[in-house]
């Protein structure tokens, strides 16, 4: 395992005076907040502290110290989102990035060091691009993220190499380790300095000792830690998203600034994509696509399919939908995209099809409507395109649901098989059935006529009744009775009519609703 270990030491000043000009330059700079006695500082950017100034100080001195300190209010909240968008931005260099709060970031760098011309070069890279964006960075790179986190804060400190080759014996990464503080470990405050106090200073002392009297004294999570940071023990990291099952990516010298150039980019990666899930037979399910700006931001989009799908043209036509979308959003390209990465997040098994025989004309028309499903999605959101499933139930509001259509048919759903046909309804149904005003010959038959939004209708033709009794299961009390009727008037306009209530035994006199059209 080869971790990468980013450290920002002044990440909430840098947040800061990034997204301000500066007219004093030259003027100390500094984040406080409340603390023990008074506001205190919480950060200092590299003036303040070659003036002096120093975290945990309080605000009154460092005043006193330098006039000329400029202050700002901390915000964790804001340095945590800014953390984040910052570890998104190292998923360029691998895509397991994980944050390692309140100021690091950790990334598994396993196989892609070679990628960027070798280990040293990749960090090298790292705190250069970090640098242009304006962020003072401390990288390291090591055999386990915990020795590579405690090399990135203090290496330079204890004259440690940043940098721990993947051939360096168990004994000499042991070496490097004990030369790290106890602060490496990153306990709370009581347990740190009962280990001063106890004349351990370095992680040296720690591993020169039996391990028996050292776990009693200062617990197990201490000596977790401890096998952690000698690389002792493996640790897994957390990233912030899961690793693509399948990937694919370009890099370019310059940014790409052009829709079209990107549209291009994004067909020939479908292809890659596509060329990987054949040879492990899989379709794509959900893929997401990153462009990674120049200047450090990140854009995303990301589709579903109805189906697995491996066919590059279908994938590439749904990536160019999704960013159509984003650009009438309002892309950005600023200075451009100098990396694009497309992967599969979610696969499933996908049988080669026998396209050579053709298709019958039913599983054609299938997966016509699979990749109309599939170009709706990448527009509006699969979840927005909805398909009705026919209940086991004979209430009108509830014969049918509506469900995504890319998802697979609910077990509830069940398609009535009576003896003889269905009756006939509306497709679509009001949202509330509306009151009319009808005339009948008799109490329990049809209607001859009706007035329904001050209109009057006469009938020339009806069908029914059909009759439709609450589920008494679940049915609240009181629920009547419908007689349900097919009518047409003699303009010709068709109607879906019900009788609510039986006369003279759920009521006196009935009520009558408009429920649907024709």
Do not use: N
């Not at 003036?47 to 005043?63: F, N, T």
């Not at 776990?215 to 912030?240: H, K, N, Q, Y």
């Not at 696509?289 to 066919?311: C, N």
């Not at 100098?338 to 039913?362: F, H, K, M, N, Y």
């Amino acid at each position: 395992m080869r971790c990468l270990a980013v450290f920002l030491p002044r990440l909430p000043t840098d947040r800061i005076l990034r997204a301000c000009a500066r007219s004093d330059a030259d003027a100390p700079f500094a984040v406080f907040a409340a603390g023990t006695g008074g506001d205190r500082l919480t950060a200092v950017d590299a003036r303040a502290e070659r003036a002096g100034l120093v975290p945990g100080m309080a605000v009154a001195d460092a005043r006193a110290m330098r006039p000329a300190l400029r202050l700002a209010a901390a915000d964790a909240a804001a340095d945590a989102a800014l953390l984040g968008k910052i570890a998104d931005w190292c998923r360029r260099f691998t895509p397991l990035a994980a944050i390692d709060p309140p100021d690091a970031i950790v990334m598994d760098v396993s196989g892609a060091a070679h990628l960027f011309g070798g280990e040293a070069a990749l960090l090298a890279e790292v705190e250069r691009r970090l640098a242009g964006q304006g962020f003072a960075a401390q990288a390291a790179l090591a055999p386990g993220p915990a020795l590579a986190g405690a090399l990135a804060r203090f290496a330079p400190a204890v004259r440690a190499p940043r940098h721990v080759p993947a051939e360096t014996p168990r004994a000499d990464v042991e070496a490097i380790a004990a030369r790290l503080p106890v602060a490496a470990l990153r306990l709370d405050e009581p347990a740190r300095r009962r280990m001063e106090r106890a004349g351990l200073h370095r992680l040296g002392d720690l591993l020169s000792r039996p391990r028996a009297p050292l776990a009693a004294r200062f617990g197990p999570d201490a000596m977790a830690r401890l096998d952690a940071v000698a690389c002792r023990r493996r640790e897994p990291i957390s990233p912030r998203f899961e690793a693509p099952d399948f990937m694919a990516e370009r890099r370019f010298p310059e940014g790409l600034t052009r829709r079209e150039d990107m549209e291009r980019t994004l067909a020939a990666l479908a292809r890659e994509l596509c060329l990987l899930l054949e040879r492990h037979g899989a379709g794509v399910r959900h893929v997401a696509a990153e462009f990674y700006r120049v200047d450090g931001a990140v854009a995303h989009i990301e589709t579903g399919t109805s189906r697995p799908l491996r066919d590059p043209g279908l994938l590439a036509l749904l990536l160019r939908e999704r960013l159509a979308v984003l650009a009438e959003e309002g892309l950005d390209t600023g200075y451009g995209f100098d990396v694009i990465r497309l992967g599969a997040t979610r696969t499933e098994r996908c049988a080669t099809p026998q396209a050579d025989l053709g298709l019958a004309p039913e599983e054609s028309a299938g997966a016509d409507l699979s990749d109309l499903v599939d170009r709706l999605g990448a527009r509006l959101g699969l979840r927005r395109v909805l398909r009705l499933y026919p209940q086991a139930s004979h209430i009108p509001e509830f014969a049918v649901a509506a469900l995504p259509a890319a998802a697979p048919p609910p077990r509830t759903a069940a398609r009535p098989d009576p003896p003889l046909p269905a009756p006939t309804r509306p497709l679509r149904l009001f949202e509330r059935p509306e009151p009319i005003e009808a005339v009948a010959l008799m109490p329990d038959g049809p209607p001859l006529r009706f007035r329904w939004r001050r209109a009057l209708h006469e009938l020339a033709a009806y069908e029914g009744p059909e009759r439709i009794a609450p589920q008494w299961w679940s049915a609240p009390d009181g629920e009547e009775t419908r007689d349900y009727f097919y009518v047409e008037d003699r303009e010709g306009l068709r109607f879906w009519l019900f009788r609510k209530g039986l006369p003279g035994h759920e009521c006196a006199h009935p009520r009558w609703f408009m429920h649907g059209l024709f």
